[in-house]
């Protein structure tokens, strides 16, 4: 089993940065593939950005140049720095993460990020 836990969201103005962090625990061997997602009331989660083991990055379209994913793999982290944010980035940003030799998508509880105008 493995919890991850978010946490750095909060209520940011326009054009201001958050760093997001997710803390990965439990019966962990090797993290492989992980990511950020996020889910606005009434709309499907979305993809945000993704990063592999090896530290090669996707990022979707909307976020590309403002938001940086990365990883510490030895120390089971995740983190999103998120720059100049706009009101439609507002969304509850979750983490998923995935664990070498386990089927599992592990999901975390999510964090709120609101972007005023």
């Known amino acids: 089993q493995v919890q991850l836990v978010e946490s750095g969201g909060g209520l940011v103005q326009t054009g201001g940065s958050l760093r997001l962090s997710c803390a990965a625990s439990?019966?962990?061997?090797?993290?492989?593939?992980m990511g950020w997602y996020r889910q606005d009331p009434g709309k499907q989660r979305e993809l945000v950005a993704t990063?592999?083991?090896?530290?090669?990055?996707n990022y979707a379209d909307s976020v590309k140049g403002r938001f940086t994913i990365s990883r510490a793999n030895a120390r089971n982290m995740l983190y999103l720095q998120m720059n100049n944010l706009k009101p439609e980035d507002t969304a509850v940003y979750y983490c998923?993460?995935?664990?070498?030799?386990?089927?599992?998508?592990?999901w975390g509880r999510g964090t709120q990020v609101t972007v005023s105008a």
């Open positions: 990063i592999t083991s090896g530290g090669s990055t």
């Open positions: 998923k993460a995935q664990v070498v030799g386990d089927p599992m998508h592990y």
């Open positions: 439990g019966l962990i061997v090797s993290l492989s593939a």
